[in-house]
């Protein structure tokens, strides 16, 4: 049957090539995210014409992986590879001599290794499939004499699938006028890949710094716009905490319960008040955030933060449940101080000026809290660029809303004089 082999059929958005005058087009995706079947279809596509021996678009395309192993096991014969998507009146051959694919119609892909780039001095190509790009020690060099190679035909292209990495060749070739990008994260290929495996990664690593990369295939230092940046962040991190006025525990609850569904953004942070509002300084203590759980297991964990930190209340957001947020957590604690607030404003019109806040120098942070400083890395004036809810973020907003920005605002308001 050639129904299996259709891929426009049976392709997700991110793995089809865009339309347009493009030179790179770049694959960003998580682990698992079907960018190996993307580019691999990609090469089919170019070499493949009408009828199996009629020419394609390409006929000297060059295969280049990390290690000449890495490309073999995964670009040519791995489950995703060439080979396994190829049907079989135009399946290539393998000649392991020569490290070359060669087609029925006689086109040829030459496997190249990103440790030898000096392989690709020479050769010349009307196409290339680069695997990995962000991962190679000698990237910048071997991107260099690929370009030099892509020479052959009309309009020579290359399609490079990667999992995202704060790399320089990444960045530079990013911003080229000349790149198109498509990106996705895992469980865009959910259908594919074992339910056990979503969960278990989702779990671990759900909103850090790694799980923002490998799950949901984003470039983090590429956000234009955030409200943080990853420099400010370190440069407040905090020594010993002094002796804080008031502690709170912000909630900021999730619509679901399931495992896919957003954390339960639990952040603890207090205020040293000395002086008017102006003056005072916040120190976020921990990130008790949890993912998966049921409300009273959101809730109870909630309750433990309070309970560890002698949080004076808790603070709940509750346009996510309404009644129910309350009533979880007070079946947990039922003499829990507790103050429900509603967003009335969007989530970056409320992150303003507590992003302000730490622009002023007026906020630290304690170790631990690297999962939501990666959240706060993508939280824009325009929203979060990153997947799901910003929810940790939320719940810091929430409890350095209640601590810095409504006292400044009280301390603000024109004082009523008794007239006698």
């Known amino acids: 049957m050639a129904l299996p082999y259709l891929f426009e059929f049976w392709a997700h958005d991110h793995q089809l090539p865009p339309e347009g005058d493009w030179r790179s087009w770049v694959i960003l995706g998580g682990r698992g995210a079907g960018k190996t079947r993307a580019g691999a279809e990609w090469v089919r596509r170019m070499v493949e014409?009408?009828?199996p021996l009629d020419p394609g678009r390409c006929r000297r395309l060059a295969l280049v992986g990390e290690t000449l192993d890495q490309a073999r096991e995964v670009m040519i014969f791995g489950d995703s590879g060439i080979m396994a998507c190829s049907p079989p009146d135009r399946k290539p051959s393998w000649v392991s001599t020569r490290r070359c694919l060669v087609w029925p119609n006689g086109a040829e892909a030459m496997v190249f290794s990103a440790h030898d780039p000096e392989s690709l001095r020479g050769p010349q190509f009307d196409g290339a499939w680069v695997d990995e790009l962000a991962k190679w020690k000698k990237a910048q060099e071997t991107w260099d004499m690929l370009q030099f190679g892509l020479r052959l035909g009309d309009d020579p292209r290359v399609c490079v699938t990667t999992t995202p990495r704060n790399v320089a060749v990444l960045k530079a070739l990013l911003e080229l006028p000349s790149t198109v990008v498509t990106r996705a994260p895992t469980e865009a290929n959910r259908a594919n890949l074992a339910a056990s495996f979503l969960s278990e990664v989702r779990a671990r690593y759900a909103g850090s710094r790694l799980g923002l990369q490998e799950l949901d295939g984003i470039l983090l230092d590429e956000i234009d716009g955030a409200l943080w940046s990853r420099e400010g962040l370190v440069a407040c991190r905090s020594g010993p905490v002094p002796e804080l006025t008031r502690v709170v525990v912000a909630v900021d609850p999730p619509a679901g319960a399931s495992t896919g569904a957003d954390a339960c953004g639990i952040v603890v942070a207090g205020v040293v008040a000395h002086g008017p509002p102006q003056e005072w300084r916040a120190y976020v203590l921990e990130d008790a955030s949890v993912q998966g759980c049921s409300p009273a297991g959101w809730a109870a964990a909630a309750v433990a933060a309070a309970r560890r930190w002698q949080a004076e209340r808790v603070v709940a957001e509750v346009?996510?449940?309404?009644?129910?947020?309350?009533?979880?957590?007070?079946?947990?604690?039922?003499?829990?101080?507790?103050?429900?607030?509603?967003?009335?404003?969007?989530?970056?019109?409320?992150?303003?000026?507590?992003?302000?806040?730490?622009?002023?120098?007026?906020?630290?942070?304690?170790?631990?809290?690297?999962?939501?400083?990666?959240?706060?890395?993508?939280?824009?004036?325009?929203?979060?660029?990153?997947?799901?809810?910003?929810?940790?973020?939320?719940?810091?907003?929430?409890?350095?809303?209640?601590?810095m920005i409504e006292p400044a605002a009280r301390w603000q308001q024109p004082k009523l004089r008794v007239l006698g």
């Open 49 to 51: 014409g009408a009828k």
């Open 319 to 403: 346009n996510q449940g309404g009644a129910m947020v309350e009533a979880v957590l007070r079946q947990v604690d039922p003499l829990l101080p507790m103050r429900l607030v509603h967003a009335t404003r969007g989530k970056a019109a409320r992150a303003e000026p507590v992003a302000a806040l730490y622009e002023q120098g007026r906020v630290w942070h304690g170790p631990g809290l690297d999962a939501l400083e990666a959240q706060m890395c993508l939280m824009t004036q325009g929203g979060f660029e990153g997947a799901g809810s910003p929810d940790r973020v939320d719940a810091l907003v929430w409890a350095l809303t209640e601590l």
